[in-house]
């Protein structure tokens, strides 16, 4: 508690070294000074100095006649030097800073606390850690995990929480919900690591066990119950899910935030206190080393300084709804080099050169939908499979793997040999490639993928448009057009239809349908004219049904690459709905059959029919994911189309897989 050093013969002048938390340096200083007897040093005898790592501003000696004190800001470790009369008087101010010393009280009442257990022993870590020394500091962090979990029991003493609070009215969840044990960093495996927990009062009265709280705590930390009650396993939650439970917590070392969940991830690492925000870049680099779940990357961009790892843990928002997702297939190593991120993964084309998807081997369940399940996707730019992470139109989709609201899933499910509502069209063949920073990519491709990001700035701009993306590739395939052409941006694969068609169906309630529509066409120029398949047309249609008179407010749009400009209507109470089908288109040379396609298909678009799946011969066109772009780049809108054009060998595929599981 405190050291004693005698630096000259009589009087001496003795130096005492403790640690004081912010709140209780003034009380330390008048207790040390009442201890001297009647005697007060002046500020030229008496010097107070932070020592360790906490930021401070110097302060004089308290002059006990005014009252005045200074204050130290964030103090880890105090070193007191005091001219006294005899060592006496100096073991005295000891004696006296231990009485006032809220941490010496703690350390009393568990052991107190221990003894009416029948334990033989107690830790304490404020007391049994000798922060001067390196490395007992680093390996006490790196056990820390492991010696909570294997203690018999952790008591929690919750300074803030009140004994008179908790027997008055008040809820025990507020209480405890506003409880900074809860914030801090440290304590998430304090929390999680042991078996039985019991938390306390300030008064040291019960409050409960972390089993009979365990609702209660769940809600206030957002830590799965199951977790809490040592009924799931912690490498059964996600990376980023983890992350999460961080992601609200504070330490006063910014390098503390990364170090305290060491035991959490079940890694080891050096401490280097003076590193910053490297700390946590240096923590996902050791987690890759020792985990192939890819959620690690699953993070938004746009709320972190850095692109290829997080920042901080709260940039992982979707986090808490992520899960592991490793299939029948085992995934394959990735890890760092000085090129990147080198990894192994299905990569989902798009009509854009230089910009991709990759699968990622988690999902993200939506408990609030039905459980419906989306794939993790990590959207790309770069070329000659080196990229960087994109941050336009968005920097992660959930690409939905379920669907239980269309009536084409079924049938098409049972041609598959899958469950009802799952339709993954990813192809199996994984890709090698890089993510790298943004300067190394940047550096080698700067000028092509400035014109490709440059072509999301659409203005004014459009509500809704559709991302035309290819799971399997395009099977020899080529882009030939689109009805309207104007409407397709191939640079960004984006198709945003602009030509509207208005159908008032229900007068009596004064309810309008209206449809933007339009056609994409592939062309496969290996397969003989005759073929059936040699042309595909892809039909797309967005709808709003509006009630009430249509807005007088009227918006011009001009799309690039176009000297045409669009006037569309904003109506209110809008309710987007969308289609997508397949249709032969076997003749190009005039424009005649397609746009009698896309006539019938309005048609039929009228009369309520608004597939998100169609399969027809060996193409398959799905719309099942819709997304929001957060800067409104190239719509603010989006729904993604996946084009399939070898389905006779995804049928083949799936069906090995269910033999080989059998």
């Not at 050791?286 to 985990?291: A, L």
């Not at 993790?376 to 690409?399: T, W």
């Not at 395939?477 to 960004?492: E, K, S, V």
């Not at 209507?569 to 040379?589: D, H, M």
Request: net charge neutral; hydrophobic share 35%; proline share 4%.
């Amino acid at each position: 508690m405190g050291a004693l050093v005698s630096r000259a013969s009589r009087p001496a002048r003795y130096t005492l070294v403790f640690h004081a938390e912010p709140q209780f340096v003034d009380t330390v200083k008048q207790a040390v000074f009442a201890a001297g007897a009647g005697r007060y040093p002046n500020y030229s005898e008496c010097c107070w100095t932070a020592i360790g790592t906490g930021q401070f501003r110097p302060v004089g000696a308290a002059n006990p006649h005014t009252g005045e004190v200074g204050v130290l800001e964030k103090i880890e470790e105090l070193r007191v030097e005091m001219m006294c009369d005899s060592e006496e008087t100096a073991r005295k101010a000891v004696e006296a800073l231990k009485e006032h010393r809220s941490g010496f009280h703690k350390v009393l009442a568990t052991c107190r606390q221990a003894r009416r257990d029948r334990l033989d022993y107690a830790w304490v870590d404020t007391v049994c850690i000798d922060k001067s020394s390196s490395a007992e500091l680093s390996e006490a962090i790196n056990s820390m995990y492991a010696w909570y979990e294997k203690a018999t029991i952790c008591y929690v003493h919750l300074s803030d929480v009140s004994a008179t609070d908790s027997k008055s009215n008040t809820d025990t969840l507020d209480l405890l919900r506003h409880s900074r044990w809860f914030t801090r960093g440290w304590t998430l495996q304090e929390l999680i690591a042991p078996e039985n927990v019991q938390f306390f009062t300030k008064d040291w009265q019960i409050l409960g066990t972390k089993k009979s709280l365990t609702v209660l705590i769940s809600t206030i930390t957002g830590i799965d119950a199951a977790c809490l009650k040592k009924e799931k396993r912690l490498r059964d939650y996600s990376i980023a899910h983890r992350m999460t439970w961080a992601a609200k917590r504070e330490t006063t070392r910014e390098e503390d935030l990364s170090y305290c969940l060491l035991g959490i991830f079940g890694i080891n690492m050096p401490l280097l206190y003076g590193e910053g925000s490297k700390a946590f870049k240096r923590l996902q680099e050791e987690i890759i080393k020792v985990s192939d779940d890819h959620s690690i990357l699953a993070f938004e961009t746009t709320l972190s300084d850095g692109t290829l790892f997080a920042h901080h843990p709260s940039a992982f928002v979707k986090g808490g709804c992520i899960h592991p997702n490793y299939g029948r297939r085992l995934t394959l190593p990735f890890s760092m080099t000085n090129a990147g991120l080198a990894m192994t993964t299905p990569l989902i084309r798009t009509l854009s050169p230089y910009w991709v998807l990759a699968v990622f081997n988690c999902i993200e369940v939506e408990t609030h939908n039905h459980m419906q399940r989306s794939q993790i996707c990590l959207p790309l730019f770069g070329k000659d499979n080196q990229f960087m992470r994109a941050r336009i139109p968005v920097s992660l989709i959930s690409r939905n793997i379920d669907d239980p609201y269309d009536p084409h899933v079924t049938n098409f499910s049972e041609k598959l040999g899958l469950n009802a509502g799952i339709l993954d069209l990813t192809s199996r063949t994984e890709t090698s490639y890089y993510i790298s920073y943004f300067g190394r990519v940047y550096s080698a491709y700067g000028r092509e993928i400035d014109v490709a990001m440059k072509g999301f700035e659409v203005y004014p701009q459009p509500d809704h448009g559709f991302m035309i993306t290819f799971p399997r590739g395009m099977a020899g395939y080529q882009l030939h057009t689109a009805l309207p052409r104007r409407d397709l941006r191939d640079d960004i694969s984006y198709f945003i239809p602009t030509s509207r068609q208005v159908r008032s169906f229900d007068s009596s309630k004064d309810e309008a349908l209206h449809i933007s529509s339009g056609i994409i066409m592939f062309k496969n120029d290996s397969l003989p004219d005759d073929h059936p398949s040699k042309c595909v047309g892809i039909y797309l249609a967005f709808a709003t049904t509006t009630r009430g008179v249509v807005s007088s407010t009227m918006t011009t749009r001009t799309y690039p690459n176009t000297t045409t400009s669009t006037t569309l209507s904003t109506w209110p109470g809008q309710n987007l709905r969308w289609a997508c089908k397949v249709s032969p288109i076997r003749e190009f040379y005039d424009r005649t059959n397609a746009k009698q396609v896309l006539a019938i298909a309005n048609q039929e678009a009228f009369s309520g029919n608004w597939p998100h799946y169609y399969h027809h011969e060996t193409t398959i066109v799905s719309a099942r994911t819709r997304f929001q772009t957060p800067r409104g780049e190239p719509c603010r809108d989006t729904v993604m189309v996946e084009v399939v054009f070898d389905a006779d060998e995804l049928v083949k595929e799936r069906d090995a897989e269910e033999r080989d599981f059998e």
